[in-house]
């Protein structure tokens, strides 16, 4: 259980507890006003292959605080309200459970 309130994620393609192939996956533009933005989280449980182009691009956490001019330093320190935090590729899983060929697969994230 996290402290604090966590409700602003954005997501582009989470997968929990999955079994199969991600092929030439596009995801683009994924915003999160308040808090965190993931292009592509692979969690624990999977069996997962990447094939082809795995690309991400335009992941964006927080994006609501700096045009209304909010100072994000009080998240710093935070333990209920953590700093947003933005990102292409998440592989939080078992190094065994992602597999993919380094010469025929490419994973690019940009922003």
């Known amino acids: 259980i996290q402290p604090g309130f966590n409700g602003h994620r954005a997501h582009g393609l989470t997968t929990i507890y999955t079994n199969g192939v991600l092929q030439n ?3 683009d533009n994924v915003q999160s006003n308040y808090g965190n933005a993931y292009g ?11 094939q082809g182009d ?16 909010i100072d994000m330093r009080f998240m710093e320190k935070s333990l209920t309200n953590p700093l947003p935090q933005a990102c292409g590729v998440y592989l939080y899983s ?12 490419n994973i690019v994230s940009t922003n």
């Open 25 to 27: 996956i596009n995801i």
């Open 40 to 50: 592509l989280r692979v969690f624990d449980g999977c069996d997962i292959e990447l």
């Open 54 to 69: 795995i690309l991400v691009n335009n992941i964006n956490a927080g994006i609501i605080f700096e045009p209304n001019n």
């Open 94 to 105: 078992d190094p065994d459970n992602i597999n993919y060929d380094i010469d025929e697969t």
